[in-house]
């Protein structure tokens, strides 16, 4: 296993228009977390699996984004009627639950650079 | 929700250079991680340290848990280390906030010139 993987690295779509992201977590992990990343910011956190239950949505994440991760593998990330506004790197995480409920080092992907023109 | 500071938020280096970048947070963590995000936006992992000392080659980090701070030791910079330093941390779950979700500070941007 090489790490985790993001599916397209970069995405130009006009106003409007659906997207969809794609990551595929470390194989043995348990947790799936969804970052958003904007120009001289830190990452924020948009979302969180743990397995294939969707446990946490941030505040960030308004009605016109979904995520999924079914069979708790990989997950998406849609992205309805974009706007200039999304434009934003988008990273995806993963780690382990440990016994205690926290987790272990999250690894991240190279990321989705989404522009919407 | 807990909160993250960096400071400097940017430092400007000559080759060969040390420096020193200060994370600071505002409640008990149960995990720390430093990170280099590279010009292609990819974040690296640097360190896993919620407490105590580690050393990676040049890098080195500390964390002193009690005092909520944590400091990342640049040492013999090159120029291959610019780009922007993050430290994330994940909250204990007395203090409020949630234990598996890192909250990130807005970073430390490295210039190294030659």
């Known amino acids: 296993d090489t790490g985790v993987s993001q599916d397209p690295r970069h995405k130009i779509t006009k106003r409007g228009q659906n997207v969809t992201f794609r990551c595929d977590p470390i194989?043995?992990?348990?947790?799936l977390y969804w970052y958003r990343q904007t120009l001289g910011q830190g990452p924020e956190f948009l979302t969180y699996?743990?397995?294939?239950?969707?446990?946490?949505k941030s505040r960030l994440l308004s009605d016109r984004f979904s995520a999924e991760r079914p069979k708790g593998s990989f997950s998406t990330l849609e992205i309805q009627r974009t706007e200039q506004g999304d434009s934003a790197m988008y990273l995806c995480?993963?780690?382990?639950?440990?016994?205690?409920?926290?987790?272990?080092?999250?690894?991240f992907g190279q990321g989705t650079r989404l522009t919407v023109v | 929700g807990i909160q993250v500071e960096q400071s400097p938020p940017d430092l400007i280096l000559q080759e060969g250079a040390n420096s020193t970048l200060r994370c600071n947070f505002s409640?008990?963590?149960?995990?720390l991680q430093w990170f280099h995000q590279n010009p292609w936006g990819q974040l690296i992992n640097l360190f896993y340290?919620?407490?105590g000392t580690k050393q990676n080659g040049r890098l080195s980090a500390t964390t002193v848990a009690t005092e909520r701070y944590s400091l990342l030791y640049i040492s013999s910079s090159q120029t291959t280390d610019s780009g922007v330093y993050f430290c994330?941390?994940?909250?204990?779950?007395?203090?409020?906030?949630?234990?598996?979700?890192?909250?990130f500070g807005k970073g430390t941007l490295l210039t190294v010139n030659p």
């Open positions: 994330a941390v994940t909250a204990r779950p007395n203090s409020g906030g949630s234990n598996y979700k890192l909250t």
């Open positions: 340290i919620p407490s």
């Open positions: 194989s043995e992990h348990n947790r």
């Open positions: 409640d008990s963590v149960n995990n």
């Open positions: 699996f743990q397995n294939e239950a969707q446990l946490e």
């Open positions: 995480a993963s780690s382990l639950r440990t016994g205690t409920g926290s987790s272990t080092e999250a690894f």
